[in-house]
């Protein structure tokens, strides 16, 4: 990676937590330009992903999903299988949060099936993915398959001791057990 592009990166996560989207777009910018002039492929796609997260922050859903978009196909030409999982998943967000549940199923099932396909996928990784499904699924009334996504969720938020996804996984297993 170059110089310059690692710099642009850097600035543009310190200008994301500082709340300066406009800033952290405009140095994303300059880095997909330099990665797309050094054809460095997974620049790109790592450049890109950061720049949909950016316009996710200012609910510019279109936009955010076809950087994520661009960045899978790179991702999935490189053979990276695990950045592309992820990319496919936050893809399948995305189009969850738009209310086009259509679009999302599809990336969830990608990205889960490419997650249980790999050794070296992270727990955290596949309970995120799964947590999407989840929502997914509760969202359309299956109860019965939000609950079996939602208690494979918790087991695996449990084993990676993340309290919040073990609370968030039972608050809505409590829910739909209500609700059936």
């Known amino acids: 990676m170059s110089d310059a592009f690692d710099k642009l990166l850097q600035r543009s996560v310190q200008a994301r937590r500082d709340r300066r989207l406009e800033d952290a777009e405009r140095d994303l910018v300059e880095a997909v330009a330099i990665s797309r002039t050094s054809g460095v492929r997974v620049e790109l796609a790592r450049a890109l992903t950061a720049l949909g997260q950016i316009e996710r922050d200012r609910h510019c859903t279109e936009d955010a999903f076809c950087h994520y978009e661009e960045a899978a196909g790179l991702y999935r030409?490189?053979?990276?299988t695990?950045?592309?999982?992820?990319?496919v998943r936050h893809a399948g967000d995305i189009q969850r949060e738009a209310g086009h549940p259509e679009l999302a199923e599809p990336c969830y099932h990608e990205a889960l099936s490419l997650y249980r396909g790999h050794a070296g996928t992270p727990p955290l990784d596949l309970a995120n993915a799964i947590r999407?499904?989840?929502?997914?699924?509760?969202?359309?009334g299956e109860t019965t398959a939000a609950k079996a996504l939602w208690e494979?969720?918790?087991a695996l938020y449990?084993?990676?001791?993340?309290?919040?996804g073990v609370v968030e996984s039972s608050r809505r297993l409590a829910l739909l057990a209500?609700?059936?």
């Open 77 to 80: 030409a490189e053979g990276d």
């Open 82 to 87: 695990l950045r592309l999982a992820h990319t």
């Open 132 to 140: 999407g499904l989840a929502i997914l699924k509760s969202d359309a």
């Open 152 to 154: 494979e969720a918790r």
């Open 158 to 164: 449990a084993a990676v001791n993340v309290e919040a």
């Open 178 to 180: 209500r609700k059936s």
